[in-house]
C-alpha cells in the first residue's frame, strides 16, 4: 500500500516531468518501486527514453527493465506495436527467458487470444509449476472474459499453494459476495484474521458478512468482531460503531421474549450511539437530527 507521503512524492515528481522539469528516469524508477500504475505517464516517458539512444546507453542493465516496464504499460493503453517491439527487443536479448514468456503471452492476452493465451500458461504452468506471477494471470485472464467461476477456480488452485498471500483471500472473498455466497467469504476472512490478527479490515469484513448472514449465532459473533475492529481503531470506526448498534437491535428482536434482557448489550449499544453523536457533531452536524432518529428506531425495536 502507497503512503501519502509516498503518494505526494510521486505526484510532484510526475508533475515535474510533465512539465519538462527533467527525472524522467527517477519517476518511471519511483513507479516501479512502488508498484503502481500509471500507464499513459509510464508509456509516455518511458518511450522518451527508449527512443534516445544516448540516453538509454546509460542505463547499463536497467535498460532491458525499462523495456519490460513500457511493455506492459503499452499493453494497458492498448498500443500493441509498441508492446511487440519491446517484447521482441527483450527475446532477442533474452532468447531462453521465461519471464519474457509471460510477457509474450501478456501479449495475446491484451489482443483477446484467450485460447491461446490459456494453452501458453499452461505450458509455462508445466515448466515452472511455482511461478505466482502465471497463476495470477490466469485468474485476471478468466475475470476479464468474466468467467467468474473460473477465477474462483483458479484462485482457490493458487491458494493451495501459496495461502500465505492475503491479497489473494481478500480478493477471493470479495468474488464470494459479489456472488452472495457468504459462507464461502466468511471462511476467508477467518483465514485472513487467523494470519494477521490486528488488521481491522477483515474484522470489520467479516462482521459485515455475518451480520449478512443473519441468525442469532452469526450475529452475536459479528457483534464481537465489530467491538475488536472499534477496540483495533481506537474508537475510530464509523461503520463498526454502527455495526454493533445493529446487531444488538437484531439480537434483541430474536430473543425478545425468550430470555431475560441483556443489560450487557444495551450497554455497549449506548455507549457506541453516544461516540456516533459525539462523532457526527464535530465532522456532520448537519445529518445529526436523522441520526437521531435512526439510533433511536434501533433502540425502540431492541
Known amino acids: 500500500m502507497v503512503t501519502k507521503t509516498e503518494e505526494t512524492e510521486l505526484n510532484n515528481l510526475e508533475n515535474q516531468v510533465d512539465n519538462g522539469g527533467g527525472g524522467a528516469w527517477d519517476y518511471l524508477s519511483l513507479v516501479r518501486n512502488l508498484k503502481v500504475r500509471r500507464s499513459d505517464k509510464v508509456l509516455k516517458h518511458g518511450l522518451s527514453i527508449l527512443n534516445n539512444p544516448k540516453f538509454r546507453s546509460t542505463l547499463g542493465p536497467d535498460e532491458w527493465t525499462l523495456y519490460e516496464q513500457v511493455a506492459v504499460a503499452a499493453m494497458d493503453c492498448q498500443c500493441l506495436d509498441v508492446a511487440k517491439d519491446c517484447t521482441k527487443a527483450l527475446r532477442k536479448r533474452f532468447p531462453e527467458s521465461k519471464r519474457v514468456g509471460r510477457l509474450e503471452v501478456m501479449l495475446l492476452e491484451a489482443k483477446g487470444s484467450w485460447e491461446l493465451a490459456e494453452k501458453a500458461y499452461t505450458s509455462l504452468l508445466e515448466d515452472s509449476p511455482l511461478d505466482q506471477i502465471i497463476h495470477k494471470r490466469r485468474v485476471a ?4 472474459q468474466g468467467n467468474i467461476s473460473g477465477a474462483i477456480e483458479f484462485l482457490n488452485k493458487y491458494l493451495e499453494i501459496f495461502m500465505a498471500d492475503h491479497d489473494a483471500w481478500r480478493e477471493l472473498a470479495e468474488i464470494y459476495i459479489s456472488l452472495q455466497m457468504y459462507k464461502q467469504a466468511a471462511f476467508c476472512y477467518e483465514e485472513l484474521i487467523l494470519s494477521q490478527p490486528t488488521v481491522p479490515l477483515y474484522h470489520l469484513a467479516y462482521a459485515d458478512v455475518l451480520y449478512t448472514l443473519g441468525g442469532l449465532e452469526n450475529l452475536q459473533t459479528a457483534k464481537k468482531y465489530y467491538a475488536s475492529t472499534i477496540d483495533l ?5 464509523t461503520r463498526a460503531l454502527f455495526g454493533v448498534c445493529l446487531c444488538t437491535s437484531a439480537i434483541a428482536q430474536l430473543v425478545k421474549g425468550k430470555i431475560k434482557d ?3 448489550g444495551s450497554q455497549v449499544q449506548s455507549l457506541a450511539a453516544k461516540v456516533l453523536e459525539k462523532d457526527y457533531k464535530q465532522r456532520a452536524p448537519e ?16
Not at 485472464?141 to 476479464?144: D, I, N, P
Open 141 to 144: 485472464m478468466a475475470k476479464a
Open 233 to 237: 481503531t481506537g474508537g475510530k470506526n
Open 262 to 264: 441483556d443489560k450487557e
Open 287 to 302: 445529518k445529526l437530527p436523522q441520526l437521531t432518529t435512526v439510533l433511536k428506531s434501533l433502540t425502540l425495536s431492541s
